[in-house]
């Protein structure tokens, strides 16, 4: 059945505008944003095809890739640029408000709930850093490398560079295990080693190391391994 075939209140338009967005189920939303359907399907029956197609990767449609969307029957370019378009900005207006309520000194749980939604549905490994100002509380995200599923390389330089450049005054790191366990590596204790002492010579204090697996988390300060 076509979307304008349903009854006018089952139709993910006329139910949003009545009852708000939080009323629809996550098909309906995803139909609204892929606007048409097929031949066969409806943009709402599209929609559950692509949910169903991604749903057996653990990050589902926040980690699917643009040509893994267009694989799908029914999803082109368009269809699917429109979807990535439509998560990133979801990601991005979610870690801005998770910026902002972290008013204070930044804590290894801020970072997790800042950076959990964006790597938990990376499949490769990715290491960030954060730049923190003489406060402790967060400035800006800088992305220092992307790996493949278990390691991402790292040199102090390309952490403490940038920082050196925003006038930080501590920096956070943090990468995930695609594995989903966030136990730490011997390579992540000796990348933790190196820029520590990179820190002590550059002056702007690591103040963490933090890696992020699935639902959870491993603090190297809380674990000390950084003093």
């Keep these: 059945m076509q979307i304008k075939s349903m009854p006018e209140n089952e139709r993910p338009q006329e139910k949003l505008l009545f009852a708000g967005p939080g009323a629809l189920s996550n098909a309906e939303l995803l139909a609204l944003i892929i606007r048409t359907g097929t031949d066969k399907l409806s943009a709402l029956q599209l929609a559950e095809e692509v949910i169903s197609a991604v749903s057996e990767d ?23 640029c429109s979807v990535a378009a439509s998560v990133e900005l979801s990601k991005r207006l979610l ?45 800006s995200k800088h992305i220092v490398s992307i790996g493949c599923l278990d390691s991402a390389p790292v040199h102090p330089r390309e952490v403490f560079r940038p920082a050196v450049r925003s006038g930080a005054a501590a920096v956070i790191v943090a990468h995930n295990h695609p594995s989903g366990d966030p136990e730490p590596s011997k390579e992540d204790k000796a990348v933790t080693e190196r820029l520590l002492k990179a820190s002590s010579v550059m002056g702007i204090k690591l103040l963490d190391h933090i890696i992020i697996g699935h639902g959870r988390y491993v603090s190297l300060r809380e674990a000390g391994l950084i003093p």
């Excluded at 040509?67 to 082109?76: A, T």
């Excluded at 870690?95 to 309520?101: I, N």
């Design 95 to 139: 870690s801005g408000c998770v910026a902002e309520r972290a008013a204070g000194p930044a804590t290894a749980h801020d970072v997790y709930e800042l950076l959990c939604k964006d790597m938990m549905s990376e499949k490769r490994e990715l290491f960030v850093s954060l730049h923190l100002n003489t406060k402790m509380q967060i400035e």
């Design 58 to 80: 653990a990050g589902g449609l926040a980690s699917a890739d643009v040509r893994e969307l267009m694989n799908i029957r029914g999803i082109g370019a368009a269809k699917a």
